[in-house]
């Protein structure tokens, strides 16, 4: 699979290349540049899509400490190893943390934003204490069942093929690798203050039945941008709605990049 240097740093990607107009898609925390399958095979034939493991998944190893601005910047490096513009950003969850970050840091590289199951704001103490808890007893125990069927719930619902495969990849990664990934997830600062600087059109993405951000966080993002383009609220869908609910992403994230493409 390809990789590349940014700034001394191995990413991993994949790029179908073209010259469509290009999306970047943005991870999940624990998740990697495959969760985005279903998108790739569905816009490719229009669209240059670009999709990157963020530090410590995937083919992108972790080196020290790190925040979500730091990830922001491997996006537009990336975009410069491949001689990318502007790109449409699409994070979910904690890639929508990356892209709220660099449509702040670099508006000029950020066309437009898909932010899918994400938040600008911060987990209360309680729920970041519990996930320290959790993540705390993988480290000492390594990826438990109880672990790793806890998260199965909060990410993927009941799919079975979905939860066998991503069990196996959770259960696979290095405990000792997830101490930064773990520390950037938990001590992020809140941006919620900030969406009115960001200008560019934005489309909000989340499943009904997400426990890990409460839908009406994504309300409140969609409310706060100032160019945002609508809440596509995915019925019976967990935290990877864009993962588990294709069938019902798809098409109003199609629509929104015409819609985009075609007002440039």
Request: charged share 25%; proline share 7%.
């Amino acid at each position: 699979m390809p990789t590349v240097e940014v700034d001394g740093r191995t990413i991993g990607y994949e790029d179908t290349g073209g010259s469509g107009p290009a999306v970047l898609f943005l991870h999940g925390f624990l998740m990697d540049r495959s969760m985005f399958g279903p998108q790739v095979e569905a816009l490719s034939p229009d669209f240059r899509c670009i999709s990157m493991d963020e530090r410590g998944f995937g083919e992108t190893p972790v080196d020290g400490p790190f925040t979500y601005w730091d990830l922001a910047d491997d996006a537009v490096g990336l975009l410069d190893r491949l001689g990318v513009e502007r790109a449409v950003f699409a994070g979910m969850s904690q890639g929508g943390f990356v892209a709220l970050r660099a449509a702040l840091r670099h508006p000029d590289r950020v066309r437009a934003l898909v932010l899918i199951a994400t938040d600008a704001d911060v987990d209360d103490e309680e729920t970041r204490e519990g996930y320290r808890q959790m993540f705390a007893t993988w480290r000492a125990q390594g990826p438990i069942d109880p672990i790793t069927e806890t998260l199965a719930d909060l990410i993927l619902g009941d799919d079975p093929e979905l939860r066998s495969r991503w069990t196996a990849k959770w259960k696979a990664i290095d405990p000792g690798a997830l101490a930064e990934p773990v520390a950037c997830l938990l001590d992020r600062e809140s941006v919620s203050g900030r969406l009115g600087e960001i200008r560019c059109p934005a489309l909000v993405v989340h499943g009904a039945d997400d426990v890990s951000i409460d839908p009406s966080r994504a309300e409140a993002v969609a409310a706060a941008l100032p160019d945002g383009r609508g809440l596509v609220r995915v019925p019976g869908a967990m935290h990877a709605a864009c993962l588990t609910h294709p069938e019902v992403v798809n098409p109003p994230l199609r629509a929104f990049l015409d819609e985009v493409v075609s007002g440039a």
